[in-house]
């Protein structure tokens, strides 16, 4: 549906905000770009609108080369954060707006507007301005426009970021039921990996204007292709230990692991993520635990995060609610199998 073709961006004094970039999404996929500040992502969606000019490359949407169609007539949606709504229009004008561009009459786009709003629950608030409306609904008025001109693909640029916590998980439900239900092919840039792995159906996380990995939100969870992914990816970031593997044996923070036929050897990051692991305070038989002290337990709600004081390292365990031992008990830390990974020059090497 969206194909970008050796996409290159390049601003004045060398920047290169998106980079070589291949990509295919296909239609009606929910698809996010995740990325820290600064990497690409904003500069690589205002390209496919049409806003940013293309240094190199192309961008085919719907299998049309739209590489040099100016905005308005590439057929897409943009909201943007600040939601960019019109401050003098009520909110009825406000979703008519792009029918009023392509000249579709009076009657027809308030009707169209008004069953738009009425789809998400803005039918009390016609009438209104948006300097009268919450944050939350000022979004849904900034959706509603993008909806009502049915779009080939929506393109978000953090849509959400401007809402409370509370409010942006109801958001984040509401858009994913919405996209279902519209089936339109949507691109969405967030910085919250939480956000990208919840909505997406498959997430490219960026980094300096290229992608580090592509993958579904499990994929890339469970197994990200670097030591970046893997920290930027979970609400607990992945621990990562030095370690050293010889003979078919890793040894790492005072474990040991046999490795499977075919492991690297050497010096090796151990990628463990907490939720990964188990805790225990009665030591375990065999080596392949870490032997360690609770140092700090911190309550995540339903779960605690421990951590361990290992040999020369810090390890940290998601617990169950009940489950966490006090600081000073001493404890050990058991990897659930086939769950940890080994990176070199950061780049995942295999599994332990
Ligand atoms: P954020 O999450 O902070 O919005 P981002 O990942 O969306 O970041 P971009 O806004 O796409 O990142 O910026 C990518 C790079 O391009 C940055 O180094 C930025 O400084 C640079 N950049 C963006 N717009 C321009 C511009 N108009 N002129 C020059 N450099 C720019």
Known sequence: MIALRGLTKEFPGGVRAVDSLDLEIGDGEFFALLGPSGCGKTTLLRTIAGLETPTSGRIEIGGVDVTGTPPGRRDVAM??????????????ANIAYPLRIRK?????????????ASRLSLSELLDRRPGQLSGGQQQRVALARAVACHPKAFLF???????????????????????RELAVTTVFVTHDQSEALALADRIAVMSAGRITQLGTPSEVFRRPAT??????????????????AKDGVLRVAGAEFPLPDGAPEGEVLYGLRP???DLTTREPGEKGAFPGKVAVVENLGTAHLVTL????????????????PPPGTAAWAVPRPGRALLYRDDTLVGGA
């Open 79 to 92: 909201v943007f954060q600040d939601y960019a709504l019109f401050p003098h229009m009520d909110v009825t």
């Open 104 to 116: 579709v009459p009076r009657a027809g786009r308030e009707a169209k507007a008004a069953e738009t």
């Open 157 to 179: 640029d953090e849509p959400l970021s401007n809402l409370d916590a509370r409010l942006r998980l109801e958001a984040r439900t509401f858009l994913k039921r919405l996209q």
């Open 227 to 244: 030591t970046f992914v893997a920290s930027f990816i979970g609400s607990t970031p992945m621990n990562l230990l030095p370690g050293v």
């Open 275 to 277: 939720e990964y692991a």
């Open 309 to 324: 004081e290992c040999t020369d390292h810090l390890l940290q365990v998601v617990v169950p609610e009940g489950a966490e």
